[in-house]
């Protein structure tokens, strides 16, 4: 029998009771990350004919729609989507399918920007609730980026540091990256594209005289995916990772530790991967014999390092796939990719490895509601939530993902 979160020290886990979310987004909220009103009435969340409607505009837009949904996202929502994944995977599926009209992506902001970077001109990416923002993207804000870089440049570094962001990063930071000779990088192939920025960087730090392995790389905008790679993938040692923060004078660094530093992190974190502690490995270790720890690579280095596994969310799911019937998985990712997991296999014990609820709260904003109400609205010839990117920024930020797609194994 399956069973997910765990009152520890009981007879199996129990689901948590629901802790608030914003989940219809309707009116202003100055809390959150991308707070906006929804032009017009949404369908009340408990109107009945909720599905119906969801299938009958749904089947109205025929092929004219592409529909993206993240793996994060509600059953409610994935039920209606074309195709499911993680944010890369979604937008390289939105630029293979030329002849959608419109794109809807279930997913967050910087994810159905990717996807109109990606597209052409002539399709229409929608995005449900433009609240559903990411606080990891939202960390990095492009003057605070600008302002690291020219601290990098004033010290004479910036020539031999390559920067690399994380898909999870907004247009704009994708722009700079490319702009400046770096590409972006997934969970996935992090480390390869880590190896392909040394070699630039060590490169250049070699032509400027500064000598083999004087490289640098600026990495953004999620430093325990920088640090993991870093230190357990390249072998770079831990006092090597500085971490800059934004809202210090000269990111609270001295002059010497950007220099000796062969990694510089961006401090930004993901608000559900960070949530995960060592704490919670021991206590899943103490409460189920033989439990395999699996972990995404956004969570802190000391989970990493106490996990058994360590992989992105395509890892986790194609691990859990070719899993020992009867086996027992303690999974430290978001809990409705968890909850799905344990659905879809009943012959494994699934277990989430914190004690309390931790969807990702932007995430969720998706919800049917906005899903139907964006669809019925593009039914009767009206395109709300459009994303649209600058075109400069478009530019480079393609120039960085077009470097991606070019790093070997990708």
């Not at 990350?33 to 909720?50: F, H, I, K, N, T």
């Not at 996202?73 to 390289?92: P, Y």
Request: charged share 20%.
């Amino acid at each position: 029998m399956t069973t997910l979160l765990e009152t520890f020290g009981g007879a199996g886990f129990q689901e948590p009771a629901p802790s608030p979310l914003l989940l219809l987004g309707q009116g202003r909220d100055l809390a959150s990350e991308r707070g906006v009103e929804c032009a017009g009435a949404l369908p009340a969340a408990s109107d009945p004919d909720l599905v119906e409607r969801a299938v009958a505009a749904r089947a109205a837009l025929g092929d004219r729609a592409f529909v993206l949904g993240h793996h994060y996202q509600r059953d409610e929502v994935i039920r209606f989507a074309d195709v499911t994944g993680d944010s890369f995977k979604l937008a390289r599926e939105a630029a293979a399918r030329p002849d959608a009209e419109f794109v809807l992506f279930c997913g967050v902001h910087f994810m159905a920007e990717s996807a109109d970077i990606l597209t052409s001109d002539a399709q229409q990416v929608v995005l449900p609730d433009l609240a559903a923002g990411c606080s990891m993207a939202d960390m990095a804000a492009i003057d605070q980026v600008d302002e690291a870089w020219d601290v990098l440049e004033d010290l004479g570094l910036a020539g031999r540091t390559v920067p690399v962001t994380y898909m999870n990063s907004s247009a704009a930071i994708k722009a700079f990256t490319g702009r400046h000779g770096g590409t972006v990088c997934t969970s996935s192939n992090a480390e390869v594209a880590l190896r392909w920025a040394f070699e630039q960087a060590d490169a250049a730090g070699a032509a400027q005289g500064a000598g083999d392995g004087s490289g640098k790389i600026l990495f953004l905008p999620d430093q325990h995916l920088g640090r993991n790679t870093a230190v357990l993938r390249l072998g770079i040692p831990l006092e090597a990772c500085v971490v800059y923060d934004p809202r210090k004078p000269d990111g609270g660094l001295t002059e010497a530790e950007l220099a000796a530093a062969r990694v510089i992190l961006w401090r930004g974190h993901c608000s559900v991967h960070g949530r995960f502690s060592a704490g919670n490995v021991e206590a899943i270790r103490a409460a189920v014999p033989d439990v395999t720890v699996m972990v995404h690579p956004e969570c802190k280095h000391e989970v990493v390092t106490a996990a058994d596994e360590v992989g992105s969310t395509e890892f986790i799911i194609k691990a859990l796939d070719a899993a020992e019937p009867g086996s027992s998985w303690a999974i430290g990712t978001e809990l409705n990719l968890v909850r799905r997991l344990a659905a879809q296999h009943p012959e494994l014990q699934v277990h989430y490895l914190d004690s309390t609820v931790c969807f990702c709260s932007t995430m969720n904003r998706i919800d049917l509601p906005h899903l139907v109400w964006a669809m019925e609205q593009l039914v009767e010839g009206r395109v709300v939530n459009r994303i649209v990117v600058d075109a400069d920024d478009a530019h480079w930020a393609r120039v960085a993902l077009d470097q991606m797609l070019a790093l070997p194994g990708i």
